[in-house]
């Protein structure tokens, strides 16, 4: 069964802060995603990876950088938080076959 | 660009066939249409994909007309736990980055 597991649950952080999200997916997946989902506003893509050291930007990276220095572990990083960062965060690792595992999300609150 | 839409909700009673549309009018050659459901606190998981015509699986049916502007999930008698928030995505990520499009999601309420 994939597991894609995400080191969080809740994160509160302040303003400027430099926040770090883990994600690791355990099934050797080539492709893993980082998403935020608002309120109205569905799932955005932030940042895709199909290799190691490799990324794509998503419809909405400003704000966020990514790392990938092993092929199971995808880092979201917020360099400075703000407030319209308060958001929930989801992982995603895919195969091949284009069908993406989610993680089960992190809820981060930026005060 | 793709751009999804979706009805926001829905309501159905148990037992009856529910059909979610989506609407995709800038859907590129590349494209595959995925559906996804959404349980509160969870992440989404996988319901079915396609690329044109029909698919069934286990849970449910997609309907992709040839123009491919828009797809159908067809749930078949649902009941209570399929009350769910579902997603459709058009895209493929092996284009260049920025292509994977969630609509944003219609609310599915079944009643007893």
């Known amino acids: 069964d994939v597991k894609v597991t995400q080191s969080s649950r809740y994160l509160v952080k302040r303003t400027g802060e430099k926040v770090f999200l883990e994600c690791v997916q355990d099934m050797d997946h080539e492709n893993m995603f980082w998403y935020r989902q608002d309120p109205g506003l569905g799932l955005r893509l932030i940042y895709f990876?199909?290799?190691?050291?490799?990324?794509e930007k998503g419809d909405i990276p400003e704000g966020y950088s990514v790392s990938r220095e092993k092929k199971e572990r995808f880092s979201l990083i917020l360099e400075s938080a703000s407030t319209n960062q308060t958001s929930m965060y989801l992982c995603?690792?895919?195969?091949?076959?284009?069908?993406?595992?989610f993680g089960p999300g992190t809820r981060l609150t930026v005060t | 660009l793709a751009k999804t839409t979706q009805p926001i909700s829905m309501d159905s009673y148990e037992g009856q066939e529910v059909n979610i549309t989506c609407s995709h009018n800038n859907i590129a050659t590349n494209d595959y249409i995925t559906w996804y459901q959404q349980f509160p606190s969870q992440g989404p998981r996988f319901i079915i994909q396609g690329y044109k015509t029909k698919v069934t699986n286990e849970v449910a049916s997609l309907f992709i007309p040839a123009d491919r502007k828009s797809s159908t999930l067809s749930l078949p008698r649902v009941s209570l736990s399929d009350t769910a928030v579902y997603y459709c995505l058009v895209g493929s990520f092996y284009n260049q980055g920025g292509k994977l499009i969630f609509g944003q999601g219609t609310e599915l309420s079944v009643k007893p």
């Open positions: 990876s199909y290799d190691v050291k490799m990324k």
């Open positions: 995603a690792s895919s195969g091949t076959n284009n069908e993406q595992y």
